[in-house]
């Protein structure tokens, strides 16, 4: 008898805290939709245009704000954004479909309307940076279309979704006149006004080069999509490169990117070798927990000079663009199989970028790598230390040449579903080190929730 009171008292205890928190929670929401604008609004999905202008209307609440990328930038007004690429000082003036053209722009400023819904891609290593942020079925166009190593775009180039641009000017005038901007110009081109010029590889580090999913975002309105993935991938890397150097060893292995420029009609056929020093190639590698090597001179005109200068360096990444065996690299550096004093040879640490391929060599190192700088990093990790990120890890570009790493193979049978938005190829880190981070804190609302129910709870068991 006792305890069956005590059972319907409790029952009805609970009934009546959730009915509190349910409250609360409404009332929490509530707040938090009026206070962070985020909630309430948002920028105009790609398909809409205002209607009913106003002028002191913010027409683009999710902004994006460039933290590390030093090659563009973005203003945001009211109703457009002036977003620059700084090293063609190309300027693009976004503006609102529903909206007036802007006035008053700076010279040259090429005025855009958005959402763009029709792009070409005039260089591959666009289609990543779309794709990641869920606009691969707005590429409509593709040049280089021999090297694109996205199995789905691929697949669209095979099924006649995606057109092909020919050497045949006339055909392609037409093909361009139904895009709303051509993505991939290395410079500008001030009479082209739908041409886009990017700067990604030239922006010196990693996430810079990441980073650049912003600026392909204000075209779409998608910075809020764009703050999520590069968010995303710049805390997984910053989560490797900690694992990667609390693990490091004491003598870091020394990395060394190399190449052999062969003789050509380029360089009045004559060869020379040389160490390919880039600034995110010494952030990869000392990320990873490496060493990075650097010399001066930076090019040699004998293959035996250039060893000499090399000779205490562990690890080499061969960049020699054609060649892709072991016996090649020999070849290129006069080198032999028995010249154990190096220490790459013996150590068989000899790795190309040419891991991941499409199915005419297209390279995928310089589509998805750039773009997913994380994934990028795992690869490097795994080069220095073959236990890490964790002991069975496949890398993905980084292959090994000594040891005979077979070339994995990007072709159209690998798009499973052209839907899908892509994600990074890294694996996350969170939950590869000891403790896993950022569950409660990516989740506020819910954390605020629990409290309140925390408090909840509390209050009516003690009042
Ligand atoms: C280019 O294509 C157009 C339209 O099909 C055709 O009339 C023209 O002859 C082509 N030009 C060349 C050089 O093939
Ligand atoms: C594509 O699929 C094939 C067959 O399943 C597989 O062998 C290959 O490794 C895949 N390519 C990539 C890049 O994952």
């Not at 003036?93 to 070409?120: D, E, F, H, R």
């Amino acid at each position: 008898m006792t305890r069956s009171t005590v059972s319907v008292n409790i029952n009805e205890m609970s009934g009546f805290v959730q009915y509190y928190v349910v409250i609360i929670c409404f009332f929490f929401f509530l707040v938090s939709s009026i206070l962070i604008p985020g909630i309430s609004s948002q920028n105009l999905p790609m398909d809409q245009c205002v209607t009913g202008f106003n002028a002191d209307n913010d027409y683009f609440p999710d902004k994006v704000t460039v933290e590390t990328a030093t090659m563009f930038s973005i203003n945001y007004f009211k109703n457009y954004k002036l977003v620059t690429n700084k090293q063609t000082n190309e300027i693009f003036a976004l503006y609102q479909c529903g909206t007036p053209i802007p006035t008053n722009l700076p010279t040259g400023a090429k005025p855009i309307q958005i959402s763009v819904k029709n792009v070409a891609v005039t260089d591959t290593s666009a289609i990543p940076f779309l794709e990641l942020l869920g606009l691969r079925s707005a590429i409509k166009l593709l040049d280089t279309s021999d090297l694109v190593s996205s199995p789905c775009i691929q697949s669209a180039k095979n099924s006649g979704t995606i057109t092909i641009l020919t050497n045949n000017q006339t055909l392609n005038d037409m093909a361009l006149a139904g895009a709303d901007v051509s993505f991939g110009a290395f410079e500008a081109k001030p009479t082209d006004q739908k041409s886009i010029s990017i700067a990604t590889a030239s922006d010196p580090g990693i996430l810079n080069r990441v980073e650049w999913l912003k600026f392909y975002s204000t075209f779409f309105n998608a910075e809020s999509k764009a703050n999520e993935v590069y968010g995303k991938i710049k805390t997984n890397y910053e989560c490797l490169k900690n694992l990667a150097n609390k693990n490091a060893k004491s003598e870091k292995p020394i990395v060394a990117w190399i190449i052999f420029d062969a003789p050509s009609d380029f360089n009045q056929n004559t060869p020379s070798w040389k160490i390919a020093d880039a600034v995110f190639k010494k952030q990869l590698t000392e990320d990873a927990g490496g060493s990075y090597f650097n010399a001066t001179p930076l090019s040699y005109a004998t293959s035996a000079d250039f060893l000499k200068a090399i000779q205490n360096v562990d690890i080499v990444i061969d960049e020699t663009f054609i060649g892709s065996s072991i016996a090649d690299f020999y070849s290129h550096f006069g080198l032999t199989a028995d010249q154990q004093q190096y220490k790459f040879v013996k150590n068989q640490a000899i790795y190309r970028e040419d891991g991941t391929t499409n199915p005419n060599d297209g390279r995928d190192w310089l589509e998805n790598a750039i773009a997913m700088g994380d994934a990028s990093l795992e690869d490097m990790i795994n080069v220095i230390n073959p236990q890490l990120p964790k002991s069975d890890y496949n890398r993905i570009w980084l292959r090994n040449i000594a040891k005979n790493e077979p070339i994995k193979i990007s072709s159209a049978t690998n798009c499973t579903n052209p839907d899908q938005p892509l994600t990074s190829k890294a694996g996350e880190c969170a939950a590869l080190s000891a403790k896993g981070t950022g569950a409660i804190s990516s989740t506020p609302t819910f954390f605020s929730c629990f409290i309140a129910f925390i408090f909840v709870t509390f209050v009516t068991l003690f009042i």
